[in-house]
């Protein structure tokens, strides 16, 4: 089958075959065609969604209570809210006139139950909300609609407002449409299998299809509360990044979001297309296990963070699409420091590994990523090491397999990426810091459990900064812990991506965000 304009407005395809038609060709104009990699899609039901692409998608089919706004929460479906003294009760009042895709009204029942249905179904991302207390017993009583349009959330035990709220703009706090989810239960599931695949929320856009590995359909909400200019999106599965870019060229796609650092280079200069870009809550680092001998010792922890070359890898390995950064947060979340106190400096970190008692160095295995731009990472990583005299051997594998042998504890040596759960410093701060018990019976497998690694120090400062109602106050606590976490911890950071996205030149709006669920496509427009 070949690709051709009224095939990509038609029928979604696994795999795209280019037509001979004329270059710079066009979609139609209420059609935005979008060539991105979205084989990670596991759900579409905001409950359950909890990858890169179903995030995204979400985001523009749905509204949540409140949204961030940069270093603060604004509201959505809610105009205000009120706080009790004690931090625990909050109170939200919701913006009158807002409507479901369908047309129904945006009702404070709705909200309520679209919290109680994230935590009674227990998916992956529904820790989010259970983290505050709340369980599938409870939460009917502590999340409640108490007219039609206010909403009372209780915490069973108080936490920092800015946690909370930032914790309910999640997309796991999406709002759906009660009556119009539950008609499609089916056996007790709270509409989670048709939601998989089907929309029912009040943002700028819903589900129209969905086929694994081929095409989302968006279609314009006509009950929206501004109307889109872009009646139609279509977001097509190309995981490679040679076709999306013949694509683009070809006029097949308006836009294209994964091309590699040669393509974008080969782009930057061509007034046919607009770059837009944008920092990522996504990081890339080097962890080492505490539990193999050598990486017992903090000296070698701190003889592989001078060993790498971070400017070196971000000019020649990632140019453009991912720059060094060294803290766990990453820059732009609250709370984030930009200071970068290593650089490539092989002389201490050999001196370093002599203190620990490895002047001729000691050969490691190094877990990674088999897909680009992981594999030339670890190679550049390979090669920085060997001149301290650690002497690695790549072991490639696909993402899957790398996870799980991490979270088994079984990696020696891995190098992974991390991207933000949710918008505030906490996710962050908990996974990588948070552990004081090393054993099995450890419910909160973090990255510090999975290295095997206990600091007391910042486990207490990550459960204090959760609980501290001053919003400067709790930033310094955050500020504190990277520092602190840059010095000690058995993890390199190194980099943090940049997400670059290219528009044909007659498509502009796409707004990319910090975390998936911050890229919008409401303001897209086609000329």
């Not at 936490?159 to 089916?186: D, G, H, I, P, Q």
């Not at 091309?259 to 080097?286: H, K, P």
């Not at 002389?347 to 088999?370: K, M, N, V």
Request: hydrophobic share 40%.
């Amino acid at each position: 089958m070949t690709l051709t304009r009224r095939s990509l407005v038609a029928a979604p395809l696994a795999l795209p075959a280019f037509h001979a038609g004329p270059a710079h060709a066009q979609t139609p104009r209420d059609v935005v065609v979008m060539a991105r990699h979205i084989g990670d899609i596991i759900s579409l039901d905001p409950a359950e969604a909890y990858e890169f692409s179903s995030n995204e998608v979400c985001t523009n089919c749905y509204r949540k209570l409140v949204r961030p706004d940069g270093a603060t929460v604004r509201g959505d479906l809610a105009e205000r809210w009120d706080i009790t003294p004690d931090a625990k009760r909050f109170t939200f009042h919701l913006r009158a006139g807002q409507s479901f895709a369908g047309g129904a009204a945006v009702t404070a029942e709705d909200a309520a139950f679209s919290l109680q249905r994230a935590v009674t179904l227990g998916k992956a991302s529904s820790f989010i909300l259970t983290q505050f207390g709340f369980n599938k017993d409870n939460v009917r009583q502590l999340i409640r609609a108490v007219d039609e349009r206010t909403v009372v959330v209780e915490l069973p035990e108080a936490r920092a407002t800015s946690f909370v709220l930032y914790c309910l703009s999640a997309n796991v706090a999406s709002v759906v449409e009660k009556a119009r989810v539950m008609a499609n239960e089916r056996d007790g599931d709270m509409g989670n299998q048709w939601l998989k695949t089907n929309s029912a929320g009040a943002g700028p856009y819903r589900i129209a299809g969905y086929n694994a590995n081929e095409q989302v359909t968006l279609m314009a909400n006509p009950n929206y509360a501004s109307p889109v200019p872009v009646r139609r999106i279509l977001i097509r599965h190309v995981p490679d990044s040679s076709v999306q870019f013949l694509m683009l060229q070809r006029g097949d796609a308006d836009i294209a979001r994964d091309l590699d650092a040669d393509r974008l280079r080969a782009l930057r200069s061509d007034a046919n297309y607009t770059l837009v870009s944008s920092g990522q809550g996504t990081q890339m680092y080097v962890a080492m296990n505490t539990s193999v001998p050598e990486f017992s010792k903090p000296q070698v922890h701190e003889a592989v963070k001078w060993a790498i070359d971070y400017d070196g890898i971000a000019a020649n390995v990632t140019p453009g699409t991912w720059s060094v950064h060294q803290a766990f947060l990453p820059a732009g979340m609250p709370g984030a420091i930009t200071e970068r106190p290593y650089t490539r400096d092989i002389p201490r970190a050999r001196r370093l590994l002599a203190e620990a008692g490895y002047p001729d160095g000691f050969s490691i295995e190094l877990d990674h990523y088999g897909s680009p731009p992981f594999f030339d990472v670890a190679q550049a990583l390979q090669r920085n090491l060997a001149e301290i005299g650690i002497r690695a051997s790549l072991l490639s594998a696909d993402p899957r397999q790398v996870l799980t042998k991490s979270r088994n504890r079984t990696t020696k040596m891995v190098l992974l990426r991390w991207s933000t759960d949710y918008f505030d410093p906490n996710s962050n701060a908990q996974y990588f810091c948070e552990n004081d018990d090393n054993s099995e019976n450890n419910r909160l497998r973090v990255m510090a459990w999975r290295l095997h690694w206990i600091d007391q120090r910042l486990t207490e400062s990550a459960r204090a900064a959760v609980r501290e109602h001053d919003p400067a106050k709790r930033l310094a606590i955050y500020e504190q812990m990277q520092r602190e976490h840059l010095q000690r911890a058995p993890v390199a950071f190194m980099l943090q991506r940049n997400e670059i996205a290219v528009l044909r030149r007659n498509v502009s709006g796409l707004q990319l965000g910090l975390t998936a669920d911050y890229t919008r496509y409401e303001g897209l427009r086609k000329g």
